[in-house]
Nanobody, 122 residues
Framework: VTLVESGGGLVQAGESLRLSCAAAERTFSSYSVGWFRQAPGKEREFVTYIGWNGVDIVHGDSVKGRFTISRDNEKNTAFLQMNNLKPEDTAVYYC????????????????WGQGTRVTVSS
């Protein structure tokens, strides 16, 4: 599965961004989609995932109430709506997919995108 993220950029604290993760394959609907992020000098961090059917959703503690994940299987695309961004959200954001059930563990995911950079200034 080939994944392409887009939507990153430079914003000020309190603003919003919407990231997209597009897949070329129609089998996308069989996969759970996870978003992870990695800040400079830090380990990759789980952000959120959405199950293959769009029902099972889990958020990391640091983004609860601010980030929303969704998917459109007709368009083979997943989205990460990020509101009230904070400087500590600055990172490269990656989407990844795994078959069937989602996971908070990066090692469980089979395919990854190239990442999109998000920078939040204070």
């Amino acid at each position: 599965v080939t994944l392409v993220e887009s939507g990153g950029g430079l914003v000020q604290a309190g603003e919003s961004l919407r990231l997209s993760c597009a897949a070329a394959e129609r089998t996308f609907s069989s996969y759970s989609v996870g978003w992870f992020r990695q800040a400079p000098g830090k380990e990759r961090e789980f952000v959120t995932y959405i199950g293959w059917n769009g029902v099972d959703i889990v958020h990391g503690d640091s983004v609860k109430g601010r980030f929303t994940i969704s998917r459109d299987n007709e368009k083979n695309t997943a989205f990460l709506q990020m509101n009230n961004l904070k400087p500590e959200d600055t990172a490269v954001y990656y989407c990844a997919v795994k078959y069937y059930r989602g996971s908070t563990e990066a090692a469980d995911y089979d395919y990854w995108g190239q990442g999109t950079r998000v920078t939040v200034s204070s």
